[in-house]
């Protein structure tokens, strides 16, 4: 059964990938890291690194409100255990909001976790998890996020594996206010990333290199103190009241009955006074 839903959704994943032509020399700076994030092909690919003395990371030049991001990753081949690639947006200051995919390490053989968490105003506590349907350390995969009014939708290779919806009228906190800038990183976490802590980085294995290419950012440039979508000559592409279809509700929940590994709605010990509001919508 496991086998067949891989297939199907291998199938679909085929279907979905766009390749987008994004330029890195013209996206993003390699914020730091001294040296070992890396832009390669003019630009048309990327690499970040990391070893015993430092990891690396970049930034997008631009900031955002609202947008739809796509990335495509190959990740850490072989023992990465202890080390997180991170693929995110965040706003500064200490109330920021924040988008997360995190990448964590594995032995060999084993799969790759990707975890997933939503911060407004500084409050996250919003965690989910997931193993995968192949192994991102083979090829490329699109990883998504759209952002919008609506809803924030975690999307592979243009399957959706989460979404956290707006419910406000509810009291649930949402980003919508504080613009964001895209970031990736990678780095050690070896304390808690694999088996919580108990699996050490193998710096025998370093350098780890994670690589990138076709960043694209379908969004609203936030400059200036205003968006660019709020001007009436901006095109506002179709992701800014983008929701999701039942096809695409059918798929999320095929991925989070199969490759979902944990689900802060579904921990009653972390939360004993009940679970936060928005999970009582599955959000």
């Known amino acids: 059964m496991a086998s067949s839903i891989r297939i199907s959704l291998l ?147 243009g399957i959706p594996i989460r979404e956290f919806r707006n419910q406000e009228s509810k009291g649930v906190l949402f980003p919508k206010n504080q613009p964001m800038r895209m970031y990736s990183t990678l780095w050690n976490a070896d304390d808690w990333a694999t088996r919580g802590g108990l699996v050490k980085t193998d710096w025998s294995q370093s350098p780890f290199t994670a690589s990138y290419k076709s960043y694209y950012a379908e969004a609203c440039v936030w400059a200036s103190g205003a968006s660019s979508c709020s001007s009436s000559r901006s095109s506002k592409g179709a992701w800014l009241t983008q929701q999701m279809d039942s096809a695409s509700q059918g798929r999320l929940r095929q991925v989070q009955k199969n490759y979902m590994i944990y689900n802060y709605c579904t921990d009653f010990k972390r939360f004993p006074q009940g679970i936060p509001t928005e999970c009582s919508s599955a959000a």
């Open 11 to 157: 199938v679909l994943a085929a279907s979905a990938m766009v390749a987008f032509a994004g330029n890195f020399y013209q996206e993003v700076d390699i914020t730091w890291g001294d040296g070992r994030g890396k832009m390669l092909n003019n630009g048309e690919l990327l690499s970040l690194s990391l070893d015993k003395s430092s990891g690396s990371g970049l930034q997008s030049k631009k900031e955002y409100l609202f947008g739809k991001f796509d990335m495509q990753l190959k990740l850490i081949p072989g023992n990465s255990a202890g080390t997180v690639t991170t693929y995110y947006l965040k706003s500064p200051g200490t109330t920021w909001d924040e988008i997360d995919f995190e990448f964590l390490g594995n032995l060999s053989g084993d799969p790759y976790t990707i975890h997933t968490n939503v911060f407004t105003q500084g409050k996250g506590n919003r965690e989910q998890q997931f193993h995968l349907w192949f192994d991102p350390t083979k090829d490329f995969h699109t990883y998504s996020i759209l952002w919008n009014p609506q809803h924030i939708l975690f999307s592979i290779d």
